[in-house]
């Protein structure tokens, strides 16, 4: 199977670092975040992707046309005009980096992949911009069983602030250290898709696969839910890459 990363978003919410390179590019430790995020998916042994470039997408093609060149060791010949690796460690992967726009939403980045996908293919999709440690066996496993078009993952987000537990008399009988959130699960990316949700992108202007291709869906009843309750984390403040930054320095990092 393939994966299908959506990598193209201006990633505003952050622009204390994407004003310089596109958010998959942000490093997390002395790696870019897309790095790592294609780490999870060859751990199952996926080493296909498709990455759907936007803004500064050339960022993203140079790391990985050069990354022999600043991964391995080299050797210049100035006179011969020659590069030779002398010895490399590189993953077994194929990227297909493609132009899907600077303004594109979501939707419509997905639509321009299809060229780059076999007509009855099922294939993985998320977004550059998160890590998470989903078991996408079960995922896929899950998927299969259903027999639906499509499959989400839902995690519930991490919170932000301690929780009181508040009883009389102002009695604080409880203090709960940044519990998730209320409850309620959201979604997590991390997808299968089977070929046909592209019928569900036809005759849309620029469409955001986060509204009415998947409220169809749902409302089809060709929308699965996989529950994740594990590490997941997205990188949407720079709060986030610092804390991002200081998990990916620990022995075990979560998301692998």
Same mark, same amino acid.
């Given at each position: ?52 470039? /936007?803004?500064? @997408? =050339?960022?993203?093609?140079?790391? *990985? $046309? ?114 998730? /959130?209320?409850? @309620? =699960?959201?979604?997590?990316?991390? *997808? $299968? ?64």
């Amino acid at each position: 199977m393939k994966a299908v990363i959506l990598a193209g978003g201006f990633g505003t919410r952050i622009s204390e670092e994407t004003g310089s390179r596109p958010k998959p590019m942000i490093e997390v430790g002395s790696v870019p975040l897309i790095h790592h995020l294609l780490s999870i998916f060859a751990k199952y042994g996926v080493n296909e992707f498709i990455i759907c470039c /936007g803004y500064k @997408g =050339y960022l993203i093609k140079d790391y *990985f $046309v050069n990354y022999l060149v600043h991964s391995a060791d080299i050797r210049v010949s100035l006179a011969g005009n020659r590069v030779d690796v002398l010895n490399t460690q590189a993953p077994d992967w194929e990227v297909t980096l493609v132009d899907t726009g600077l303004d594109s939403m979501t939707g419509e980045r997905l639509r321009r992949v299809r060229p780059y996908l076999q007509n009855d293919e099922r294939f993985f999709m998320t977004y550059g911009d998160g890590l998470a440690n989903v078991d996408l066996k079960a995922l896929l496993a899950t998927h299969n069983a259903e027999k639906r078009k499509a499959t989400v993952t839902a995690v519930r987000p991490p919170g932000r602030f301690g929780a009181l537990e508040i009883g009389s008399h102002n009695n604080v009988r409880k203090f709960v250290e940044k519990p998730l /959130g209320d409850g @309620g =699960y959201i979604n997590g990316g991390f *997808f $299968v898709l089977e070929s046909s949700i592209f019928d569900y992108l036809e005759g849309l202007d620029n469409p955001t696969w986060e509204n009415e291709p998947l409220s169809r869906l749902a409302s089809d009843k060709q929308l699965t839910c996989f529950v994740h309750d594990g590490f997941w984390m997205p990188m949407d403040t720079l709060r986030d890459k610092i804390q991002l930054d200081e998990l990916a320095s620990r022995e075990k990092v979560p998301w692998l």
